[in-house]
């Protein structure tokens, strides 16, 4: 007996997003290798990809391996106005839609055969009208589940579609490098190597117990999975939320102000983050305390602006914990906590709101989740940052750690 289940998941995806903006403003960059951002390079266009280039890059190794680059600065509103265009036409496109990033989204048309055609039909409206109403040129995949779907528009890039039928899943599948699979990254690939798995077919044929010994729990079950092609997770429109929070068990033990401060530092970075992923800014900042004796507390001020910045949060959260001190020194802290409130902005990746008030550290903070996003947590280094803004570097630190591991959002580079 089988199942039969049409390819009705779509997955699209800008290709080279921002210098594609930057070649649709300027005609005089068209045809020409272009990278956006100048010390390191945030996004290639397909031009000075033919050279090497490369999202994530340091400015000087991009010229190196292409002298004739044309180098120029993000314009984040110009992006944050395409976005806006692009998911507008995917959500006249499919009521289900799950924005991942600011250039990419999951659709599911599934039961839309009637009222729109096939799912092939549908991909092929769609990028026509991301070119007619954006000015933009996007890549689908199609397939039954989404992580085959991202896996083909990565395939079919750029200014492609694929889709692919369900009996030919599988073997599509078994025959790519491991390094295409959603989710795995250079250290889970450095991993599968070291025990000489290259292919996906290869870690079908293992069994789950096997992959567990080699990858963890989560990690082997995951990929066990997703190499059968067995991704489960429906298309999901993000829920509006109403605030963003991160908080952090601290012990029993005693800290000293200065740790505490690293866990205010790391936990600003954290949420802010996620706000900046998800395009939304807001205005109250909540600390939340805990203590020894289990009571708790919680202290909050409204700033004049919205802000998705981790400057200003943190800045805050600090104020209100220093207006605590008291509390907190008889009472011994065991748990601190930052949420933003008060949010404004739309709900999901495709809306992105980039706060330009704060210009250069919202700037920055972007600029790096961006490069983080797409090409991993060690693009951006530390010893990178120390040299040019030796504050941001410091309010990097903490949070680094917890970027690591973050597959989903880790795009291809298109
Ligand atoms: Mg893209």
């Keep these: 007996m089988f199942v039969s289940r049409d390819a009705a998941i779509l997955h699209a995806d800008l290709d080279a997003f921002f210098a594609s903006v930057e070649q649709r403003d300027d005609p005089a960059l068209r045809g020409r290798p272009v990278a956006v951002g100048s010390w390191v390079v945030m996004a290639a266009s397909y031009e000075a990809k033919a050279f090497g280039v490369q999202g994530g890059m340091g400015g000087a190794e991009a010229r190196r391996r292409c002298p004739g680059l044309v180098v120029v600065p993000p314009r984040w509103p110009a992006y944050v106005e395409a976005s806006r265009a692009v998911f507008d036409v995917f959500r006249r496109t499919s009521p289900v839609v799950e924005g991942l990033s600011i250039d990419e989204a999951f659709l599911d048309v599934n039961g839309m055969a009637r009222s729109a055609g096939s799912p092939t039909e549908i991909a092929l409206r769609l990028r026509w009208d991301v070119r007619d109403r954006a000015g933009l040129p996007i890549t689908v995949g199609v ?10 528009s990565a395939l079919a890039k750029p200014e492609g579609l694929m889709v692919v039928p369900p009996e030919c899943e599988i073997t599509l599948l078994h025959g790519l490098r491991v390094e295409r699979l959603w989710g795995v ?102 600390l939340r305390l805990r203590f020894a004796d289990y009571s708790a507390a919680t202290r909050s001020r409204t700033l004049p602006h919205g802000t998705s910045s981790s400057g200003p949060v943190l800045a805050a ?21 930052i949420t933003v409130a008060n949010l404004d902005g739309e709900s999901d990746g495709g809306q992105l709101e980039l706060p330009l008030g704060d210009a250069t550290g919202d700037r920055l903070d972007a600029a790096l989740d961006t490069v983080r996003d797409r090409f991993g947590p060690t693009a951006v280094t530390r010893a990178s940052l120390a040299g040019r803004d030796p504050g941001l570097a410091a309010h990097m630190l903490p949070g680094d750690r917890g970027r690591h591991g973050r597959g989903p959002s880790r795009a291809g580079d298109g």
Excluded at 143 to 152: E, F, M, P, Q
Excluded at 323 to 328: D, G, I
């Design 143 to 152: 397939a039954t589940t989404k992580s085959l779907a991202k896996i083909a």
């Design 185 to 286: 990254g250079p250290a889970t690939a450095a991993r599968l190597h070291a025990h000489g798995i290259t292919r996906v077919g290869q870690i079908a044929a293992l069994d789950e117990g096997d992959l567990v010994a080699i990858l963890g729990r989560a990690g082997g079950r995951h990929l066990h999975a997703i190499a059968h092609n067995r991704d489960p997770r429906p298309v999901r429109p993000r829920r509006r939320r109403r605030s963003f929070g991160a908080q952090s068990a601290l012990g029993r033990r005693p800290r000293s102000a200065e740790a505490v401060d690293a866990t205010l530092i790391g936990l600003a970075d954290r949420l802010t983050r996620r706000m900046r992923a998800a395009g939304r800014t807001g205005r109250t900042v909540v």
């Design 317 to 337: 959260a600090r104020a209100l914990l220093a207006e605590a001190a008291p509390t907190v020194a008889a009472r011994g802290l065991t748990l601190v906590g």
